[in-house]
């Protein structure tokens, strides 16, 4: 599935249609955001993570949901489960991000 660009408006609807979903927040100038897109696409690619919906946000452009998951810095990635925020963190690496993706698919209610 590819990654899809979301803004306040339209992310309050996608967490709540889709049963997991991660949410990776960026800035133009962020350079580990720039690193970490291969990684992030190839996820989005993966049969593995075939029922994520994985979504995009720029950080500075979506002032509501960055406040809602506290936003840190970037890339700062939120991983929801039926529509819930299950957790939310600053990540660095390919392998912090694997994690996360592996969270979100042991998610129970």
Known sequence: MAIQTASD???RSI???QER?????????????????PSFKNFSESP???DVTF????AAENPVSSKEVKLTGTPF????????LRNCAL???EEDVREFLDQLLIAKE
């Open 9 to 11: 408006n339209e992310l």
């Open 15 to 17: 967490i709540f249609a």
């Open 21 to 37: 979903v991660i949410v990776k927040f960026i800035d133009a100038d962020c350079l580990i955001c720039k690193a970490l897109a």
């Open 48 to 50: 593995i993570y075939k």
């Open 55 to 58: 979504l995009q946000m720029d």
């Open 77 to 84: 990635f939120a991983i929801y489960y039926k529509g819930t």
């Open 91 to 93: 990540l660095s690496s």
